[in-house]
């Protein structure tokens, strides 16, 4: 193919292997939120209470970020193909156990094995994309991979209801395993290799301070359902989160094999495009969290309508996806990113606003507004970002991306189930007590809605060629 061809299309056998990858990261993400509306029945069956069933969400979610630590590397040490087994072979096992557990804890370990398939698959489809996408359609394809990440998701709840009414959770499993298989056969041949592989080491111990960081935050912010904001348990283990954090900066500046490479934060634009992103996935994982759960206490719905209430906004979103890619191709960043971030606020102020007295009708409707308005923002945010990075640096910027999408996906999940769970006494029903702190919730997303205005202001004000 000729130079000025290659701008306007890419070869077969590249698409082939874009659509497995996704395909795969979508399975991924889908079971992430798929299990949130089972969560009254595991805590009667297996005997466990909110504060420790939420971690078949937000253990998986945390372990996707570790993994996401090392995408870098594995990139550097691992071929496409590799990678693309490894992630559809710890899916199924992970699926088996799963779907044959005995108790929580069994069910657990099956959830994070199989959470080594978006930790995985995530980074591999942004990377593939990368790599064999002409930068003249980088906004259209990016679109395309967002979308996964945006609508799976979303969609966790619809398929997780539907499972339950269709048998029961362990259905999730079962019904994804033929899936998984066939994605492994079907991607196999078309994955390529467009970069050399070479025997880089892996530093265990920058590796153990990131770790350490994470799950002592998770853990801390975790403990706020039961322990509360002033409680050592979650104030310990934000300090000794921080700390760790601390640390792997000392060790990260004396190296030269940095797992997330930080000199890349000096670039203003990536950086506060950066916070911007994972605020809006944050936004997103938690209120795929709230909305659900509201509808089954405060309005008395059944699990599958918690779940079908947001199918309409994704199934729109599906569709609108591809002209918000368009849109930054054709009209920069600025007119999809600040058009989304005014229509997410929107959202979320009605939800605020109609908090404790919210119901399934308005939730979809607000809903729909609200995944329109995220999805051309965090779509865009995320290509804008990379295409500001130098090339020998997208894969660092890859991984930093998608390790904090998904440490601040599994943040939003504890928090704002602890905001829901924050009102007591007062002679409240359980029903009405959830109902005033979730109002707490959507006022926390409405302030952060408010909040990526100002960051985006600084991108803008610093980029000075918008396309």
């Known amino acids: 193919m000729s130079a000025n061809m290659e701008p306007q299309k890419v070869a077969g056998k590249r698409l082939v292997a874009i659509a497995a990858v996704a395909l795969m990261a979508f399975i991924g993400i889908l079971v992430e939120t798929s299990m949130n509306v089972t969560f009254p029945t595991l805590m009667r069956t297996m005997h466990v209470s909110l504060s420790t069933v939420q971690w078949i969400t937000t253990g998986y979610l945390l372990t996707v970020a570790l993994l996401m630590i090392t995408s870098a590397f594995l990139k550097q040490r691992f071929t496409n193909r590799q990678l693309f087994t490894a992630g559809a072979l710890l899916f199924i096992l992970g699926d088996l156990i799963g779907a044959l557990a005995p108790n929580f804890w069994i069910l657990l370990l099956g959830r994070l094995i199989q959470s080594g398939c978006a930790g995985i698959a995530i980074p591999l489809m942004i990377n593939v994309i990368v790599e ?48 998984e298989v ?58 000794l989160g921080i700390g760790a954090l601390g640390a792997y900066v000392q060790v990260a500046k004396h190296s ?111 809903y729909i507004v609200f995944s329109i308005g995220r999805s051309m923002a965090f779509s865009n945010t995320m290509t804008n970002g990379l295409k500001e990075v130098d090339l020998s640096q997208r894969a660092d910027a890859n991984a930093i991306y998608n390790t904090g999408q998904q440490f601040a996906g599994s943040l939003g999940t504890t928090i704002l189930a602890a905001l829901m769970s924050s009102v007591k006494g007062g002679g409240l029903s359980y029903a009405a007590a959830t109902a005033r702190g979730s109002q707490l919730a959507f006022g926390l997303i409405a302030l952060l809605g408010i909040i990526n205005f100002g960051f985006y202001f600084v991108v803008f004000k610093h980029q000075k060629q918008d396309a």
């Open 182 to 239: 066939l994605i492994l056969i079907f991607g196999w041949n078309a994955l390529e290799q467009y970069t050399p592989t070479k025997a880089v080491k892996f530093d265990w111990r920058q590796f153990a301070l990131l770790a350490v960081a994470f799950v002592a935050i998770m853990l801390g912010v975790n403990s706020l359902t039961t322990a509360g904001w002033l409680s050592w348990q979650f104030l310990g283990g934000l300090m």
């Open 132 to 179: 064999s996408v002409p930068r003249s359609r980088l906004g259209f394809y990016m679109g395309m991979s967002s979308l996964i990440l945006m609508i799976a998701p979303a969609s966790g709840p619809t398929f997780g209801g539907l499972m339950v009414a269709l048998a029961n959770w362990r259905l999730i499993f079962w019904a994804t395993l033929p899936v």
């Open 256 to 366: 030269d094999k940095q797992l997330l490479k930080l000199e890349i934060f000096r670039n203003p634009i990536f950086t506060y495009s950066f916070f911007a992103y994972v605020i809006l996935q944050f936004c997103n994982i938690g209120i795929n969290f709230a909305l659900p759960n509201y509808a089954q206490i405060v309005v008395g719905a059944t699990s599958l309508i918690g779940g079908l209430m947001l199918l309409p906004g994704s199934l729109i979103t599906a569709f609108l996806q591809p002209w918000f890619g368009h849109l930054l191709d054709e009209h920069g960043a600025k007119l999809p990113i600040m058009l989304g971030s005014s229509l997410f606020l929107l959202a979320a102020l009605g939800f605020t606003l109609w908090g404790q007295r919210l119901t399934v009708i308005m939730i979809a409707g607000l």
